[in-house]
């Protein structure tokens, strides 16, 4: 588990990889499919997806496990398989990586704390049989990403410190109020997440998904503002989704990204890649202008 700190600290800053949901759907992934049942069904489509992220110039990628936690595989009635399909997914990503890093992807399971919909108990179980699966898989580490509930992250951060010395990143999704405001769908500001992601012990903080690259920079500066020591990484979407003869497209080409990327290296950040609608393209672009920051220093 050390090699994701040790990695970090030589590199300075580590390229991650794009969307794993938009590369499904280009391959046959339909909606209301379980796209972690790919793991399974498909598993040559998602070494593919992993490899173009290598090959495009990834330091570390992902895994196909962000619904994969026991909750969220319910809607399929695939809670049952939700140890091995994460485990699969773990060592999909480990084989495609070879010597790269790969962190094991968990996202929020759509459920709510404060309705009473789950208890924290049957939260922190569902995450721990995921991250103990990703783990046994051969992840180097946890990624938490598009939380928005601080409550349901904690369970997830409890679940992970279950696991001795395991790195871990916490990255949450924002928009921004009509008052230029950033705020989670629960209403927590980058201060109050980055207040609560220090407390528990969080190695990396995150922001990801969102209204694109240019629209996040003001967010990163924010967070950077608030603590200048802790690592930070940053997946925007590459814009917004729009319909266009009846496919989904986003607007942020990787030519456009270019700017964003450059403005977000001088703000400092660690890790940066990509969420909805990026590519191995974007992220091939991604690769160029860090490798020209990092030569500039």
């Known amino acids: 588990?050390?090699?994701?700190?040790?990695?970090l600290a030589e590199k300075k800053i580590l390229v991650s990889d794009g969307a794993w949901g938009t590369e499904l759907f280009k391959?046959?992934?339909?909606?209301g499919e379980c796209p972690e049942l790919w793991n399974e069904q498909n598993s040559t489509e998602v070494f593919a997806i992993a490899k173009k992220y290598i090959?495009?110039?990834?330091?570390?990628?992902?895994?196909?496990?962000?619904?994969?936690?026991?909750?969220?595989?319910s809607h399929y009635n695939l809670q049952s398989k939700a140890y091995e399909l994460n485990k699969t997914?773990?060592?999909i990503s480990r084989e495609a990586a070879g010597d790269k890093l790969v962190m094991g992807s968990i996202g929020p399971t759509g459920k709510f704390l404060m309705t009473g919909d789950i208890s924290a108990e049957e939260l922190i179980d569902s995450f721990t049989l995921q991250v103990n699966a990703l783990l046994d898989g051969g992840v180097d580490a946890i990624l938490l990403e598009t939380f928005y509930d601080i409550d349901e992250a904690?369970?997830?951060?409890?679940?992970?410190?279950?696991?001795?010395?395991?790195?871990?990143?916490?990255?949450?999704?924002?928009d921004r109020n009509s008052s230029g405001e950033y705020r989670t769908m629960m209403g927590s500001t980058p201060k109050?997440?980055?207040?609560?992601?220090?407390?528990?012990?969080?190695?990396?903080?995150?922001?990801?998904?969102?209204?694109?690259?240019?629209?996040?920079?003001?967010?990163?500066?924010?967070?950077?503002?608030?603590?200048?020591?802790?690592?930070?990484?940053?997946?925007?979407?590459?814009?917004?989704?729009?319909?266009?003869?009846?496919k989904?497209?986003?607007?942020e080409t990787p030519d456009v990204i270019a700017n964003s990327v450059k403005s977000f290296l001088s703000?400092?950040?660690?890790?940066?890649?990509?969420?909805?609608?990026t590519t191995p393209e974007h992220i091939r672009t991604i690769r160029k202008i860090v490798d020209d920051f990092l030569l500039n220093q």
């Open 267 to 277: 703000i400092g950040v660690n890790i940066i890649g990509g969420c909805c609608g």
């Open 154 to 174: 904690e369970c997830a951060v409890k679940a992970v410190r279950n696991f001795p010395d395991v790195p871990l990143i916490c990255s949450f999704t924002y």
């Open 27 to 31: 391959l046959g992934l339909r909606a």
């Open 248 to 251: 989904i497209v986003y607007s």
């Open 55 to 73: 090959d495009a110039g990834s330091d570390i990628i992902s895994t196909n496990s962000f619904g994969g936690s026991p909750v969220k595989l």
């Open 192 to 246: 109050d997440i980055l207040q609560a992601m220090i407390t528990l012990g969080v190695d990396v903080v995150g922001v990801n998904c969102g209204g694109g690259y240019n629209n996040m920079i003001d967010l990163v500066k924010e967070l950077r503002g608030f603590s200048h020591n802790i690592p930070i990484l940053v997946q925007p979407n590459a814009g917004l989704p729009e319909t266009v003869e009846g």
């Open 1 to 7: 588990m050390k090699k994701f700190f040790e990695r």
């Open 89 to 91: 997914a773990a060592e």
